[in-house]
């Protein structure tokens, strides 16, 4: 993702500062607990329940919510309202109670298959991974036709990067559950990751019809994206490839972000693009757009991105050709949006979409960019023994995981060449290692969707990915639920390019790792 960071008016406002728990749960002892709540003796819990699916089908999950509980307080036994309600509050991350409840019908029985199925689904929306997997198993184990574990089996491997496993659990899990919106869903982003555009505008096409969700943004961008694949699909290919096994150009790094100089559209005039692997696809400003002639193919709503509101206009493009050294891409779907950087210009950001075909090296020491072809001899040569693995997310991010000092477990940041400072949350800044770091300097953060001041930066003591730890990390602290509502899975920071830039980096795309070589000067 585009962020950039520069230093503001300093500043020190008193903080206060909150120990963060963080939920790491592997095992099935926590005590069940559930709220009281008041409700007249004389109500019939079924028929609450009763009451409570209709109004989720309605899309009115509070108060769907509401009842659900009502009814638990009046039968404390009501398996199916604990349930229920622990699905509810998967839908709102509210993942400590989702787990505590589902996990207690877990316990009392063992041949419950939702309730297996919920635990690893609260599991898996808090990044254990290998928990999740076995306990989605089990629960399939007991009844194959539970939707919900093909549903999020299906998104464990989406998230691994085995896209066609995920697009087969996805499949199984709508069959079984015709009208679940966020398989619906999740099958039409999956079809659409792996090029089966038709099949993902279908599925687009299927939600709006079953969902009651009445969020007019949401509905005009979900209909701006079924005309992009539409237009997609109707092209006989797309990211195909030609040039030698292997290309190297010079990167220059500006604000500790690698720019490349690529062609468009077998234009002459070389421009200028981030190597960005916090996006999904590459992004082509709109000034560039106008000036190359590059119009709009589809547009519609709006898109959440970090700085200024949080949202920008989405409007799509196409590229008949991108060239990077002697490689050259064809057929390459963009955004087009405004840029919010006066001082410095960029013409766009190259996505992972378009390096994803190749093994990618960022060497940062050497300030050199090199694509490979997977499949030549050339790649068999380029070491990857101590890769580190990575995840991606739903919304097309690829995350690690991380340790940092103070924090037990470790953290899921999103590795993003595109940012030029590390970010942590704010709810990592208040873990009491963490706050002491905290900096006079305020700083100004641009990002896709503008700009935000004043933003609270902190000196990190010690940040590790895989073997590689850096000391005296500089971090911004920054409001991650737009990142965490489409994510999948919480993501905690971002490794960004001050620290990014003390290492050669070849990405390994298509078995979702990464190789990390120290540069022989750490910048």
């Known amino acids: 993702m585009s962020l950039s960071v520069f230093s503001y008016s300093p500043t020190h406002a008193a903080r206060s500062c909150y120990r963060l728990v963080l939920f790491a749960a592997v095992a099935f002892t ?9 409700s007249t003796d004389d109500k019939n819990p079924k028929k609450l329940v009763r009451e ?25 036994d009501h398996t199916d309202a604990k349930l229920k309600i622990a699905h509810l509050l998967i839908k709102q991350r509210r993942l400590a109670e989702a787990y505590e409840l589902s996990v207690g019908v877990a316990q009392a029985d063992r041949k419950n298959a939702r309730a297996f199925a919920l635990v690893g689904t609260t599991l898996l929306s808090l990044g254990q991974f290998a928990e999740a997997r076995a306990t989605l198993i089990e629960a399939l184990r007991l009844d194959g036709g539970e939707a919900l574990a093909w549903y999020s089996l299906g998104l464990l491997e989406y998230y691994e990067n085995r896209i066609e496993e995920s697009l087969a659990n996805m499949r199984e899990s709508v069959f079984h ?13 999956v079809a659409a990751r792996s090029e089966k555009y038709k099949e993902a505008a279908d599925a687009y096409r299927r939600f709006l019809e079953v969902s009651r969700d009445q969020n007019d943004e949401r509905r005009d961008r979900i209909r701006g994206l079924i005309d992009f694949l539409t237009f997609l699909g109707s092209r006989t290919a797309i990211y195909t490839t030609s040039g030698p096994d292997t290309s190297t150009i010079n990167l220059t790094l500006i604000g500790n972000r690698p720019v490349l100089e690529v062609h468009i559209n077998d234009g002459k005039e070389p421009l200028r693009f981030v190597l960005d692997t916090g996006s999904g696809i590459t992004v082509i400003s709109d000034e560039t757009a106008e000036r190359l002639g590059i119009k ?9 991105g970090l700085g200024g509101d949080g949202k920008f206009e989405i409007v799509y493009g196409f590229l008949k050709s991108v060239e990077i050294g002697e490689m050259r891409i064809r057929n390459v779907p963009v955004y087009i949006r405004k840029f919010h950087n006066p001082s410095i210009r960029f013409d766009g950001y190259i996505g992972l979409s378009v390096i994803s075909k190749f093994l990618t090296t960022v060497d940062y020491g050497d300030e050199k960019f090199t694509l490979t072809r997977k499949d030549s001899e050339l790649a068999k040569d380029i070491s990857l ?29 999103i590795v993003d060449t595109g940012a030029s400072v590390s970010v942590i949350s704010d709810e990592i800044a208040l873990v009491a290692t963490v706050s002491p770091g905290l900096r006079e300097q305020r700083m100004r953060v641009i990002g896709s969707a503008g700009i935000t001041e004043d933003v609270p930066s902190y000196d990190l003591p010690r940040l590790s990915f895989a073997d590689h730890t850096r000391s005296d990390v500089m971090a911004i602290a920054l409001d991650l639920g737009i990142i965490n509502e489409a994510s999948g899975f919480t993501q905690s920071g971002i490794l960004g390019g001050n620290f990014l830039r003390n290492f050669r980096m070849t990405f390994d ?5 990464v190789a990390f070589a120290p540069v022989k000067e750490p910048q």
């Open 30 to 38: 926590l005590f069940l607990s559930v709220p009281a709540y008041s």
């Open 52 to 76: 409570a699916d209709k109004l989720v089908r309605r899309g009115k999950i509070l108060e769907a919510e509401s009842l659900y509980r009502q009814a638990l307080a009046i039968a404390p």
């Open 177 to 189: 559950d015709p009208r679940n919106t966020d398989a619906i869903f999740s099958l039409a982003q």
């Open 296 to 304: 709009p193919v589809a547009r519609g709503g709006k898109a959440k």
């Open 385 to 413: 023994d101590n890769a580190v693995p990575l995840r991606l997310t739903s919304s097309g991010f690829l995350s690690g995981e991380v340790q940092l000092e103070g924090v037990e477990s470790p953290l899921n940041f």
């Open 509 to 513: 795309f298509k078995n979702s790792r």
